[in-house]
């Protein structure tokens, strides 16, 4: 009796088993891809079985963003919802409609960049779907297993989520390369918008405009810290040596919380996480929420005029000087090569 309990039960545990087929939430704006969606492609397909993708948007922004996404390398179809409802990615629109396109396609793994969108819709999601939410992904092993970085990238947490019939992830885009925009030919299918109980309106948006490339995926990044001391000197000081390395400007926390720098260029871990080819930290001490937005860039830079300031600790070249003085020296040396 022992062994055919045995058997039964292993026999529903097959039965129940799928096999996986993932969505990847193609996020747009305006009609255009956001790049760190071809990363969540990447991590979807480590996974194996299909690997599909969505946009949502006006039927002006999906029309946009299809020919673009259609191409993609590994993506099996295309699911297509348009409607003036989900103009401007509002989370509390998105959402009912990715949570009845999830069971009515049978999908096993939802994977998105870990955005301010992804942020955003994928928690409210998880929490409509009744399954746990897996945030930041920075690898995974099979189906079922993902690793990621818990207090502020000082440890990692390898979880196991054996028992949520949806996984509902997140992808750091600096830990997956970007899948190619070539050689894919998916088939698109149009989906139904779903309705909304939300009363969430758009209003408006503000959008610093800035002709350096974008802090998120430059290859070179200039930050810097409450040394700069003032707006002008962020200005006057790091913006030449940005220009001159053609390289995105970053800042600390404590540069934004002065207001020397906006917002949206905060690197850390209540920042952006960048992982450049090259990082130079300008007057920035090293706090670990610092680094956990850097730490990863390829060669990193710090001028400090404290030889024992920590971010000393894991620069490559570090320079302990006035920042004053060595910055303009520095911007003159590149102008004259
Ligand atoms: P400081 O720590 O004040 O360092 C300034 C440095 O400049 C010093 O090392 C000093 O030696 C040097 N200096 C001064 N004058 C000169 C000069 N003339 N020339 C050269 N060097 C000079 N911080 C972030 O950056 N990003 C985050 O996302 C973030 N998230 C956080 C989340 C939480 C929950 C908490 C609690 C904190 C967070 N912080 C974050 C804040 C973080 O702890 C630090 O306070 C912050 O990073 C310090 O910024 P800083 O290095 O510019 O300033």
Request: glycine residues 8%; negative net charge.
């Amino acid at each position: 009796a022992r062994t055919s309990r045995i058997a039964s039960s292993s026999l529903s545990t097959l039965s129940q088993r799928r096999l996986a087929s993932s969505l990847v939430f193609l996020e747009q704006k305006g009609g255009k891809l956001n790049d760190g969606s071809l990363t969540a492609v990447t991590a979807a397909q480590q996974v194996g079985g299909d690997v599909a993708g969505i946009v949502i948007g006006s039927k002006a922004d999906v029309d946009g963003v299809l020919a673009q996404v259609k191409s993609i390398n590994g993506l099996s179809k295309i699911y297509a919802a348009a409607d003036e409802a989900y103009a401007n990615g509002i989370a509390e629109n998105v959402t009912p409609l990715l949570a009845s396109v999830i069971p009515s396609k049978s999908i096993t793994h939802l994977f998105g960049a870990h955005s301010a969108a992804g942020k955003n819709i994928f928690p409210r999601l998880a929490g409509a779907l009744d399954v746990s939410m897996i945030s930041d992904i920075v690898a995974l092993e099979g189906e079922d297993t993902f690793t990621r970085p818990i207090y502020a990238g000082n440890a990692i947490l390898k979880l196991k989520s054996s028992k949520d019939a949806v996984k509902i992830v997140t992808v750091r885009t600096t830990a997956f390369s970007k899948a190619s925009t070539e050689g894919g030919s998916a088939a698109v299918e149009e989906v139904a918008p779903v309705a909304s109980d939300s009363n969430t309106k758009f209003v408006s948006e503000e959008i610093v405009v800035s002709s350096r490339p974008d802090l998120g995926s430059a290859s070179k990044v200039v930050s810097g810290g409450r040394a700069l001391k003032s707006k002008e000197s962020f200005e006057s000081v790091l913006d030449p040596l940005a220009d001159a390395l053609g390289a995105a400007v970053g800042a600390s926390r404590a540069a934004v919380d002065a207001g020397y720098a906006d917002n949206s260029l905060q690197v850390g871990q209540t920042g952006k996480v960048v992982a450049p080819e090259l990082y130079v930290a300008v007057g920035i001490s090293g706090a670990i929420q610092h680094l956990a937005g850097m730490k990863e860039s390829k060669l990193i830079v710090a001028i400090n005029k404290d030889a024992d300031a920590p971010i000393f600790q894991i620069a490559d070249v570090g320079l302990v000087a006035d920042l004053f003085d060595a910055v303009p020296e520095l911007v003159k040396e590149l102008e004259a090569q």
